[in-house]
């Protein structure tokens, strides 16, 4: 199984990305990570926001293959924990499917995005930079890989 991060935004601060690298490092070999960057829809004095969102949400169901579980961060998704994120994972690599995680722009995903989702995932009740999101969902997926494969890098 192969797993796309999808995020809507680009350029990510140095320490982002060296974060991110190193758990995409890691994942190698049981979870194969690949990041697509979609660039963020047009925003600013005059512009509709509503526009900046429906091109960012064509741009990543394009970034979209079609045979793929999608799962979208929003914040009305369900929290897991480490040890269900882990289980989740279990049962996708049970069905055989690649796997996408969307990260959607400042304003959210599209609706038409959230229709595709299969599955939506909050990261928990606090507002964290988009950027960010990336090196938390890298981590959090080798950590339930880790917790899968009975390593100690779990200690809860």
Do not use: N
């Not at 969307?102 to 950027?131: C, K, N, Y």
């Amino acid at each position: 199984m192969r797993t796309r991060l999808i995020s809507v935004g680009e350029r990510m601060p140095a320490w982002v990305a060296e974060g991110f690298a190193e758990y995409r490092k890691r994942l190698s070999r049981e979870l194969p990570l690949d990041l697509v960057e979609i660039p963020l829809g047009s925003r600013g004095k005059g512009r509709d926001p509503a526009r900046a969102i429906a091109e960012e949400g064509q741009a990543v169901l394009g970034a979209l293959a079609r045979e793929v579980h999608v799962v979208a961060l929003d914040g009305r998704g369900k929290p897991w924990s480490s040890e269900q994120l882990a289980a989740q994972l279990g049962a996708w690599r049970m069905h055989g499917r690649d796997l996408a995680i969307l990260i959607g722009g400042p304003d959210g995903h599209a609706p038409e995005v959230l229709a595709r989702a299969q599955q939506t995932w909050s990261l928990g009740p606090l507002t964290l930079p988009h950027m960010l999101v990336r090196l938390v969902v890298a981590e959090q997926l080798y950590r339930a890989c880790s917790l899968l494969a009975g390593h100690p890098y779990h200690r809860a």
